[in-house]
């Protein structure tokens, strides 16, 4: 038995040896590195999926949208099948580092090595490769640093925190599309100035970010080959709440992703422009969600933790965002349509940020396997990536005639998936506030 010293008490094996232990307010530098952090992780990763894949593929394959939808599916399925092994690894990691940083600092040099090979592509095959090597790079970077969270948040944080990176994630690849749009055609610094950005912020919170020597930490179960397979999975009987969070997410995202995945589509359609003639439109409902977002995001994450409650939040927000969803449905003009995409990305950030603080509240073994069910978590998000481009197009078809697809019904779908993903976590959830 040991003292602990901040209580002065017996602690036994089992404590001494907990990588979280009584968790104290994260200061406000550290927060400060960790949203500069995320910023970093959110222009090195989405910068090349929304912008600088596709004028590298202008050269390669130009006019195919469907070698961009190739790449980024396979990076996409990378991914969902190497988030979970690195969140494993680094849960049993000990060094004298943590279990976090070493992975943060591998997912950068695998990111930063993928650079040249993307500017430098010789064929959509070499690019795809490039692509799969930065998005595990990255994405293991982004999941380390999700995982630092987990580990270190006490409960009265989770939701402000949530919310500034949530904002800060939607911040970033904006600002690094306009970055890069000032620099033409260099294909070279189209990649490389996002992932050195994003390497200089990320590097700031390694070394500036505290995280406890974990050479003493014990694991409950050993490092096996049958180990990293279960970690794909978990028990719903045995962690319910986790469960239908989960659940209640995966609806939710779904909906979501049934139009984000067409909105390009839908403005051309509902203005009568043509593809290439929305790109201002996009822009205008770009800067506008930002504001909505940044309240969205900031308030509801602040209010949650002062009010020490998450569900109530969770439904206002499915509620805001199927009442954007709505208005979009049936609007024509270019005002009511914004309209509808500001409400809509206003509900988007309160369920972004509450749900990610109220996922921490009720996270499986957060003291020791935070990284395995953060990268479940994530699934969630990414598997409606997957599912939804092959099931819009279904909807998009019901009733539709004279070439016009039917967004009526896609809105509509997507709103009621909303509405059911809120109210499965809001009365799914029994142990979160």
């Known amino acids: 038995m040991e003292l602990d010293p901040r209580a002065g008490r017996a602690m036994s094996p089992v404590e001494v040896l907990s990588p979280v232990h009584g968790l104290v307010r994260v200061p406000r530098r550290t927060v400060l590195l960790l949203l500069l952090a995320t910023f970093g992780c959110g222009m090195a990763m989405i910068v090349p999926m929304a912008y600088s894949l596709a004028l590298r593929l202008e050269d390669l394959a130009p006019n195919r949208a469907d070698v961009l939808g190739y790449i980024l599916g396979i990076g996409s399925a990378a991914s969902l099948v190497f988030a979970p092994v690195s969140g494993v690894l680094s849960?049993?990691?000990?060094?004298?580092?943590?279990?976090?940083?070493?992975?943060?600092?591998?997912?950068?040099f695998v990111g930063l090595s993928s650079v040249p090979v993307m500017a430098y592509a010789p064929?959509?095959?070499?690019?795809?490769?490039?692509?799969?090597?930065?998005?595990?790079?990255?994405?293991?970077?982004?999941?380390?640093?999700?995982?630092?969270?987990?580990?270190?948040?006490?409960?009265?944080?989770?939701?402000?925190v949530s919310g500034l990176t949530g904002m800060t994630m939607q911040l970033a690849p904006v600002i690094g599309i306009l970055l890069v749009g000032l620099m033409g055609k260099q294909i070279l610094l189209v990649f490389l100035v996002p992932a050195a950005i994003g390497t200089v912020l990320i590097v700031l919170f390694v070394f500036g970010a505290p995280e406890t020597d974990s050479r003493r930490f014990t694991h409950t179960e050993s490092l096996s080959i049958g180990h990293v397979f279960r970690s794909y999975t978990f028990s719903p009987r045995?962690?319910?709440?986790?469960?239908?969070?989960?659940?209640?997410?995966?609806?939710?995202?779904?909906?979501?992703?049934?139009?984000?995945?067409?909105t390009v589509y839908f403005f051309a359609q509902r203005l009568g422009l043509p593809v290439s003639g929305v790109a201002s439109v996009i822009g205008l409902t770009s800067a506008l969600s930002i504001i909505s977002a940044t309240l969205g995001s900031v308030g509801a994450g602040w209010l949650?933790?002062?009010?020490?409650?998450?569900?109530?939040?969770?439904?206002?927000?499915?509620?805001?965002?199927?009442?954007?969803?709505?208005?979009?449905?049936?609007?024509?003009?270019?005002?009511?349509?914004?309209?509808?995409s500001v409400v809509n990305s206003l509900g988007i950030a309160v369920f972004s940020s509450v749900g990610q603080a109220l996922v921490l509240d009720v996270l499986p073994?957060?003291?020791?396997?935070?990284?395995?069910?953060?990268?479940?978590?994530?699934?969630?998000?990414k598997i409606p990536g997957v599912v939804a481009p092959i099931l819009a197009p279904v909807i998009l078809a019901l009733g539709s005639s004279a070439g016009e697809q039917n967004f009526t019904a896609l809105c509509l779908f997507s709103a009621m998936l909303a509405v059911a993903g809120g109210l499965t976590i809001s009365v799914g959830v029994r142990h979160s506030p």
């Open 91 to 108: 849960d049993h990691t000990r060094s004298r580092w943590g279990r976090r940083r070493p992975y943060t600092v591998i997912g950068v």
């Open 238 to 262: 045995e962690f319910p709440d986790f469960a239908w969070a989960w659940a209640g997410r995966f609806i939710f995202f779904l909906g979501l992703t049934l139009t984000t995945s067409f």
């Open 123 to 160: 064929s959509i095959p070499v690019l795809g490769l490039a692509w799969v090597l930065s998005t595990i790079g990255w994405g293991t970077a982004a999941g380390s640093i999700g995982n630092w969270q987990a580990d270190q948040l006490p409960e009265h944080q989770r939701g402000r």
């Open 304 to 340: 949650s933790d002062r009010m020490h409650r998450r569900r109530p939040y969770i439904v206002v927000a499915v509620i805001v965002f199927a009442g954007g969803a709505v208005i979009s449905a049936f609007a024509h003009e270019l005002t009511w349509l914004l309209v509808g």
């Open 365 to 381: 073994h957060r003291e020791t396997q935070a990284g395995r069910y953060m990268a479940i978590t994530a699934f969630s998000q």
